[in-house]
């Protein structure tokens, strides 16, 4: 059955590290996905599952798509990502040869990889610009402690299915990798990581480590020291995510209270991230947050002596 029709898809612009302005397209109910990694930034997993089937109407969300391309506003990709993992939607290779249809904006889809093994969900992503796979465990173990994976996935079968992948797609493959202290970051772990993804030959290597508040409190960040000794002994095409680079937005004249909900309900966000992505300035935005907070519909989180926004 899919969701009801009142469900907002898209959200955004939001201000990407590594995609500039991405407008995000979310094509799965709230955490529902194959994985609960330790690190996520959404909450635990509350339906765990490989099922996939059409969650979310894809003319409902190309609609949306459509509302607002014709906003105007900058978008540099439109990427499929959110609050779960969007190749459990069956519908996934429908919506991006729909994509393609309407804009020339490039498609990016995010993905924790643990589906490549099946040749259907490897279909529905021919057509993407830029597929960005997760990888933070090469063996079992590490699997297991980190990802809390569906009881049927297996570490081998989804490596193995990411290698398929690379043979088959066109498009360009940037390999993500998560790291968390003490659980994946072992000079052998790290070692066996560097020889599968060499194995699987991506245009990018992409180190990240846990920047917004965890699923769990004791999934802690490398240092930036540590992180830039692995990417220099992993070679060129290995780059640790940069913050996102200031640019201009255009402001956007929708309702703000609803945006800025709508970018909370995806992910943590921060004061900078709401006004960058809305085009509008900070005071204007902490107007809304006040009133947002003052309603109980969101909550203010400090990590790492950070101020982050979260839905209640």
């Not at 929708?254 to 960058?276: G, K």
Request: glycine fraction near 4%.
């Amino acid at each position: 059955m899919q969701e009801k029709s009142t469900a907002v898809c898209v959200y955004g612009p939001v201000p990407s590290r590594r995609l500039g302005f991405s407008l995000g397209i979310d094509i799965i109910p709230a955490k529902t996905c194959s994985l609960d990694c330790i690190y996520c930034q959404l909450g635990p997993t509350t339906k765990k599952t490989l099922q996939r089937k059409e969650y979310i109407s894809w003319k409902k969300i190309t609609s949306q798509i459509k509302s607002i391309l014709a906003s105007r506003q900058r978008i540099d990709y439109l990427t499929f990502s959110g609050s779960g993992e969007p190749t459990l939607n069956s519908a996934l290779g429908k919506l991006i040869s729909e994509i393609k249809k309407i804009t020339s904006i490039p498609v990016a889809v995010l993905t924790n990889s643990s589906l490549l093994s099946r040749k259907s969900v490897r279909e529905a992503l021919m057509e993407a610009d830029v597929v960005v796979p997760s990888l933070d465990a090469a063996t079992q173990e590490v699997f297991i402690n980190l990802n809390r994976p569906h009881p049927s996935l297996k570490a081998e079968k989804i490596i193995t299915g990411l290698k398929k992948f690379r043979q088959e797609f066109k498009g360009s493959i940037w390999v993500e990798v998560m790291l968390v202290k003490n659980i994946n970051d072992s000079p052998s772990h790290i070692q066996k990581l560097k020889e599968v993804i060499e194995e699987i030959k991506p245009e990018k290597v992409q180190l990240n480590t846990v920047v917004r508040p965890p699923s769990e409190e004791f999934a802690r960040p490398l240092s930036s020291e540590e992180l830039e000794k692995i990417r220099d002994a992993w070679g060129e095409n290995c780059e640790i995510i940069a913050e996102f680079e200031k640019k201009i937005q255009i402001p956007r004249e929708a309702n703000q209270e609803e945006a800025i909900l709508s970018m909370i309900q995806r992910r943590p966000v921060t004061l900078s991230d709401i006004s960058t992505s809305l085009g509008k300035d900070k005071n204007e935005i902490r107007k809304h947050l006040g009133a947002l907070l003052k309603e109980g519909k969101i909550k203010l989180v400090i990590h790492k002596k950070i101020k982050y926004y979260e839905p209640i």
